[in-house]
């Protein structure tokens, strides 16, 4: 079963990062709070193998303190979408959709 999530990413020139997550079922959750993460860090572009890494600097969860995570990344042909993905050799085990915020837009 494919979960959904909602949240939103958000990325500086400079290198700051955050991001937030949370499942769209956690109040059917036991603890509701393990449907929602947040953390943030820097980030840090390799063009060439199309990696983005994620170093958490602080998060919801203490384990990702510290940790850098790779992401394979591609962009959508009009350049509105950004789709991460983690892998496992070639096969992708992970994809979140991430659409560009157009202002007036909640």
Not at 37 to 46: H, K, M, Q, T, V
Not at 76 to 90: H, I, N, Y
Request: with cysteine; charged share 25%.
């Amino acid at each position: 079963k494919q979960r959904s999530s909602v949240g939103q990413i958000s990325c500086d020139a400079a290198g700051p990062m955050s991001a937030q997550l949370q499942r769209s079922d956690r109040e059917t959750l036991s603890n509701p709070a393990q449907g929602y993460i947040a953390y943030f860090g820097r980030y840090e572009i390799d063009a060439a193998q199309k990696i983005v890494s994620h170093i958490v600097e602080g998060s919801t969860s203490a384990t990702m303190i510290g940790r850098a995570m790779p992401r394979h990344f591609e962009f959508s042909p009009d350049g509105e979408t950004l789709f991460l993905m983690t892998k496992t050799g070639d096969r992708v085990t992970g994809r979140l959709r991430w659409d560009r915020h157009k202002e007036g837009q909640p």
